[in-house]
């Protein structure tokens, strides 16, 4: 019971210790100059077209397995959408977008409907 006891207080003492660490102490840390900002180049037409054909022919294979997902069509439609307004950004994150949920929707046919 002693030992537990000096134990206590020298955890005691350590944290007093610590929390009363002076200001200028936690001043004198080194300053990390913010770092420049990358501007990420400009999406191109060709890579946004690519990758709308690729969305088409993921939401397709989908379709015709009868597992396509009603947000992977919806995101198609919207990259149809800005491709047709020349939005290459917004073509390729929806494109992005229904790519990925049609294989989601494909994957999800390995597993069993019910428990």
């Known amino acids: 019971m002693l030992e537990s006891s000096r134990l206590w207080c020298l955890l005691c003492a350590v944290v007093a210790t610590a929390c009363a660490t002076p200001a200028s102490q936690e001043a004198?840390?080194?300053?990390?100059?913010?770092?420049?900002?990358?501007?990420?180049?400009?999406?191109?037409?060709?890579?946004?077209?690519?990758?709308?054909?690729?969305?088409?022919?993921?939401?397709?294979?989908?379709?015709?397995?009868?597992?396509?997902?009603?947000?992977?069509?919806?995101?198609?439609?919207?990259?149809?959408?800005?491709a047709a307004a020349n939005d290459f950004s917004a073509t390729i994150r929806h494109a992005r977008s229904a790519s990925e949920l049609a294989q989601l929707g494909l994957e999800q046919l390995a597993y069993p409907a019910v428990k």
């Not at 990758?51 to 995101?75: F, I, P, S």
């Open 28 to 82: 004198r840390a080194p300053q990390i100059a913010p770092q420049p900002a990358v501007i990420a180049p400009a999406p191109s037409a060709d890579e946004a077209r690519a990758l709308l054909a690729q969305a088409e022919t993921d939401v397709q294979r989908a379709r015709a397995r009868r597992a396509l997902w009603l947000k992977a069509w919806e995101e198609l439609l919207d990259a149809r959408k800005a």
